[in-house]
């Protein structure tokens, strides 16, 4: 595995790299804000599948994080990460500092309209999917993949980020990845670190309230509201401060109005821990 802590190596690195519109020749890019878990190694084993170049980026974004979140205690586990990588097979990995991909002030951004970005997790942390889209927008540039995979446990993330690359015409195709779990359901995340034991103990019971949820819509109980409101007492009476538990469709995120397919998403706090997941219907 080739390391790259510069635009220009890595521009360099793939130049040369056939870029077919389909097939082996693809470059399949995975980013990431490192901290790697077996989740984002899923990704890049599923990259391998659509082409046989593999690039994964490390890079903590400031522009996704809203002053007092937690991005100066943001895990930064470089080396093991490296080893993970390398023993996954990636083939190039883009480890930039933040002077080397933001040299001067980001004043050109991707701004995603406030009825995809506004809302669940926008509502809760403004500004959160400009800064998401406009440092994918940045990496596409350079690496210049013609596909990329992102997770489905960010769901508004990857919704938002299909909707940036169909509008934008790019010429890249982005592959869903499944949610990967832990044996008791919790969705494995970088932020579960942060859990105490007892914590640790109690956070699966946002994945099994969230199938609650999902088996009562398909039996046909479709009082969606009545659903929403229950699931946020459930996780406040043991202890969890909910900011959203919400049926949505999932071409849009917006209420269901008609027998699209569904999801059902989730944001809340354990302690000092915020924990995201969802389930589709």
Same mark, same amino acid.
């Given at each position: ?28 890019? *995975? ?30 974004? %400031?522009?996704?994080? %809203? ?22 097979? *990636? ?44 440092? *994918? ?107 959203? *538990?919400?049926? %949505? ?24 821990? %915020? ?7």
């Amino acid at each position: 595995m080739q390391i790259h802590q510069s635009i220009a190596t890595i521009r360099e690195a793939l130049s040369g790299t056939p870029a077919a519109l389909s097939g082996a020749g693809r470059i399949v890019f *995975v980013p990431t804000m490192g901290n790697l878990h077996a989740g984002h190694i899923a990704l890049m084993q599923q990259a391998r599948a659509h082409g046989n170049v593999v690039v994964a980026s490390i890079f903590v974004n %400031r522009l996704q994080f %809203r002053p007092g979140e937690d991005f100066e205690k943001y895990p930064r586990t470089f080396a093991a990460d490296c080893e993970k990588l390398l023993a996954a097979g *990636v083939d190039h990995l883009f480890a930039p500092s933040e002077a080397e991909l933001y040299p001067e002030p980001q004043q050109y951004v991707i701004e995603p309209p406030a009825k995809h970005a506004s809302i669940l997790e926008g509502e809760f942390r403004p500004g959160h999917f400009c800064g998401v889209a406009t440092v *994918v927008m940045k990496l596409f540039a350079i690496i210049q993949p013609q596909a990329a995979l992102f997770g489905k446990k960010d769901f508004q993330q990857f919704m938002v980020l299909s909707a940036m690359v169909r509008e934008f015409a790019l010429p890249i195709e982005i592959i869903p990845g499944e949610t990967v779990r832990a044996a008791d359901g919790l969705a494995l995340s970088s932020r579960n670190g942060f859990l105490s034991a007892t914590e640790r103990a109690e956070a699966p019971r946002l994945f099994h309230l969230l199938q609650r949820v999902a088996t009562t819509i398909r039996a046909g109980n479709l009082d969606y509201t009545k659903h929403e409101a229950a699931a946020k007492a459930e996780l406040q009476d043991s202890g969890w401060i909910p900011d959203y *538990v919400a049926v %949505r469709k999932r071409i849009d995120l917006q209420s269901p109005t008609d027998r699209s397919p569904l999801v059902v998403l989730a944001a809340a706090r354990l302690g000092n821990t %915020r924990l995201i997941d969802n389930i589709e219907i």
